[in-house]
């Protein structure tokens, strides 16, 4: 099953969820499922209109209610410059029959730059030729309304062909105009903090600081409609009646059918394809050619974007062709998914989804995400947190493949762009749910350590806000494996090349999805920078770690089995150099807290050293120990016997005198010896041992 044909079979199995705009967890619109010929805009301006055509009122729309789904041809809804109208909502340069008469004169345009200190525009671009979009959008509207098209249509039509768009706007103070009735280019006016959201806040006409370029102005808003008919107030764009009115009209002007290459069935062709695949401003297309038509109907030897087929086809039909409402479905699904359940990280968009339309776990999560509403919070006990986590998961899992099923097609799907206008497919994989729940029930028991860097914000006695970390088992996201192997640390956060972070990403898809093995480069780089506690933050450092000793776990994975507590049999040479260092660095660390002194252990400054020669440096540590041994006092020989009774456990001295650089494993046993040490209460040295050995 190709991507495109499980987009398609997707899309007509959730047709329910068609123009259904749900709210993510910040009360956020998110991007629908929409119907064919329809694409979404943030709307900047709502007019209301009675049944006549006659202007009532006009507000400023916050950015929580912007989102409005419109009517469109294939041309405007891939548009990015140049005339391309919207059949009925659109800004207000195509919608304003009286856009141009608001605007600066032509000798005013120098100085009005200069005023506003605005650089690099150009009068012709943005004053004249306007007329030419409101007649492209005034033509497109009448051709429209030959066909059955409801009442609410015509009342739009009426209304713009009177020409007072603006001067309705500035009237109702919407817009903005100087004493000469020539729009602002800046807020003409000081706003008060309690002020509401007016025109500007949404378009503050900010100039691009690399092109010099004005990027948006208050003449630039987008407009919604809405008409009063009697006592009931009809929101247009999500007017039933309105849509399958355009649905209609527009899909009667195609004109040319072809075999679908999807369906297996002669259907109209598209002449181009969606875009805004992983976010409103996506301008990538997966499918860059459809079929173009010059001016007489003849199809045009290329795609009219200048592309050649290089001597292998004469016209972009003998390579594929797919069918005008199956791109439109297929490529409207992808955006839905990628929207509400996907992984969207710059050019980066990953999603895996089940073709019933089900939401499902994502290979990118971690398990406090997978977890979501079931995840621990403040009243959870956090000594059983972190496995409860893992317990909770598992049943997650469990609840997946019971509303799913065993043989539910399940889709996982990455895409990619190194260009703004070409959308590459980097990993595709089609499999039965079965087999995908396993894969990832696999990926998070053997790549599972415990970590506690996940935090959330709660409110203490005072009411003020702060940080609570969650101790949880399971895997790493590949999102903290890239942090943890690559990123570097600028004023106490986390940086990390963009570019890098996508290729560790797709890396890591394979591994989980496919049960490949963990590239070793990436292990490799994360122990030694776990290994370099000096250079991090402390939280970055546990962070760091926890994955570190994950993901070197999962490498032996059928080789070793490695448990997240500590093996006190396990006699491997690094795991018990490991818990030497773990032992001297709590003991200091406890040292120093009692004498509420604040200083980097002499076991982490020498960490990285120990890795490469953790013999000598052994001995160096060892010899720093002795103040803090005297220090302690009593308690000093629970350590002493506690540093032998490892030492003890080599299989000889030659494995302990070596000087051979340490693998990853020194971190798991470094790991859970310090981490057993700080759970347990120190005891009195009579109880802990009779007879303590000194050394």
Known sequence: MNWIQSLYETYENCQHMIGVIEEDEEGKDQVPLLPICHTTQKAQIEITLDSKGNFRRARVLSKN???TIIPCTEKSAGRTSGEAAHPLCDKLQYIAKDYKGYLAEKNEWASW??????????????IENKDSYFNSYQELLSVWLKSNTPAKVRTIYEYVQKGNTIGDLIANRVLFADERGKLYARRPFEKGKNAQTDIFDLLPGSINAKTGKLESWQADAFVRWRVEIGNEI????????????????YSSTKQTKSLCYVTGEESFTADQHPAKIRNDADKAKLIASGKSVDKNGKIKVDDGCGFTFLGRFTYPDQAATVGFETTQKAHFALRWLMNRQ?????????????TSGAILIQPTDDPIDMLDKDAPTEESKTADTAQDVAIRLKKKIAGYRKEIGERGDVVVMAVDSATPGRLSIVYYRSLKSSEFLERIENWHATCAWRHTYHAIEVQDDKGTSKKLYIPFDGAPA???IAEAAYANNRNGKFELDDKLKKATVKRLLPCIVDGQPIPRDLVESAVRRASNRIGLEKWQWEKTLSIACALFRKQKEGKEKFEMSLDETRNTRDYLFGRLLAIADVMEERTLSDAEKKRPTNATRYMQQFSQRPFSTWK????LLTPYFMRQGDKAFYYKRLIEQVKGLFTSPEEFTRNKPLTGEYLLGYYCQRQKMWEKKEKPASEENDNPISN
């Not at 730059?113 to 943005?126: E, R, S, T």
């Not at 992984?343 to 895996?352: H, P, R, S």
């Open 478 to 480: 590949p999102a903290d």
């Open 234 to 249: 009809a929101e247009v764009w999500n007017d039933p009646d309105v849509t399958r009115s355009w649905i209609d009209y």
């Open 342 to 354: 996907g992984y969207v990280k710059g050019d980066l968009g990953i999603v895996a989804w089940a």
């Open 113 to 126: 730059l200069q005023l506003n200190k605005l650089v690099g525009l150009d009068y012709k671009k943005n």
């Open 620 to 623: 160096q540590i060892h010899e």
């Open 65 to 67: 209610e912007a989102r």
